[in-house]
Nanobody, 124 residues
Framework: QVQLAESGGGSVQAGGSLRLSCTASGRTDSDYRMGWFRQAPGKDREFVAA????????DYADSVKGRFTVSRDNAKNIVYRQMNSLKPEDTAIYYCAADSSNYGWRSASTYDYWGQGTQVTVSS
């Protein structure tokens, strides 16, 4: 079992930046693919970004490409997501997720473990 805990959410004005962290605990001896998803009120959960097992490869949704960056510190079992040039449409609850496979990372259904989510609010 792996437990995930997000932190770093909050409120910011459009154009601002935030850095979210996702800390893994429990059975972290295995290498996990880490994903970030978000869900706005009344909308489905959508893929934001992912970093693959080993941390060498990343993938981003087109809506955040060039503005968001994911990285991982394997020694500390922490994954970071730096969010720059935030827009009001980025307002959502952001979740991190983990899975031991390395395929289908854009689909929420392929992740076995989820954090509790952290709110990000961007005002215009």
């Amino acid at each position: 079992q792996v437990q995930l805990a997000e932190s770093g959410g909050g409120s910011v004005q459009a154009g601002g930046s935030l850095r979210l962290s996702c800390t893994a605990s429990g059975r972290t001896d295995s290498d996990y693919r880490m994903g970030w998803f978000r869900q706005a009120p009344g909308k489905d959960r959508e893929f934001v970004a992912a970093v693959m097992r080993g941390g060498g490869s990343t993938d981003y949704a087109d809506s955040v490409k060039g503005r968001f960056t994911v990285s991982r510190d394997n020694a500390k079992n922490i994954v970071y997501r730096q969010m720059n040039s935030l827009k009001p449409e980025d307002t959502a609850i952001y979740y991190c997720a983990a899975d031991s496979s390395n395929y289908g990372w854009r689909s929420a259904s392929t992740y076995d473990y989820w954090g509790q989510g952290t709110q990000v609010t961007v005002s215009s």
